[in-house]
């Protein structure tokens, strides 16, 4: 009986032991990791994300050169808070308005809308995986909160701008400018920076350099917003 009884026990023993490494091991992977690395990415370039490495295994290689706010033209900040963002320097990281509005376009059978705000894109972009899941957008969630408390809105603009994916192989606002336009990321015009941000929901399908008459009707109406963001004073917190 006792040696009984001292078996069950030493797979309870076990049970808990395991219970408490997995505890301690998510904790580690979904919390105490992501405020590490949220930490580090505040002074340090993020490096390599999961999809660039995703793209140059389907041979798309590898174009980036980190570039300073300082060093990227306010016309490209302005053209992609036009395009993706209005409310960037009023939200926390979530546009509710947004995300209603997106919910209840798609629901009304329209053309499939996003409501994720710059915030969450850089979350998503440097941080996560490709793709659509519970985990990822719960993951999402906790890094966007993460980067609006810890880095602000112009850092969070900044890893923005140099990680966005802006054509096969093309990362960040320098190459994306010396792809497309042969000039730096600083010299870009007001037509040159929205064209780039017209490109943004398909980056591998259309092209700034030589855009298709989609792209000029979406780029003429983000140059007129981009007017309008100027003059609003919508990009406070970044210029």
């Known amino acids: 009986m006792a040696r009984r009884g001292k078996g069950k026990g030493g797979f309870g023993g076990f049970v808990a032991r395991s219970i408490r490494a997995l505890v301690i091991a998510g904790l580690i992977v979904f919390v105490i990791g992501p405020v590490v690395m949220v930490a580090v990415y505040r002074f340090a370039p993020p490096p390599i994300t999961i999809l ?34 209005a ?10 308005e947004a995300i ?23 979350a998503k972009n440097v941080f996560l995986w490709p793709g659509r899941d519970w985990v990822r957008k719960g993951l999402e969630t906790w890094f966007t909160a993460l980067i609006e408390v810890g880095w602000g809105k112009r850092r969070i603009m900044e890893v923005y701008l140099n990680s966005i994916e802006w054509g096969p192989g093309v990362y960040g606002a320098e190459a994306a400018a010396q792809k497309n336009f042969r000039v730096p990321a600083s010299r870009l015009t007001v037509a040159q920076s929205a ?33 309008a963001v100027r003059r609003e004073g919508l990009t406070a917190c970044v210029l």
């Open 100 to 122: 209603q509005k997106a919910f209840a376009a798609n629901e009304s059978g329209k053309k499939l809308r996003g409501g994720s705000t710059i915030s969450q894109q850089t």
């Open 195 to 227: 064209r780039l941000a017209a490109i943004l929901p398909s980056p591998l399908k259309w092209k700034a350099a030589k855009p298709g008459p989609y792209v000029q009707r979406r780029s003429g109406k983000i140059t007129r917003n981009a007017r």
């Open 87 to 96: 409310r960037f320097c009023e939200h926390h990281g979530f546009d509710f």
């Open 52 to 85: 660039m490495v995703q793209r140059m295994a389907e041979g798309k290689g590898l174009e980036r050169q980190w570039q300073p706010m300082e060093r990227i033209s306010p016309n490209l900040v302005r053209a992609v808070i036009a395009a993706e963002d």
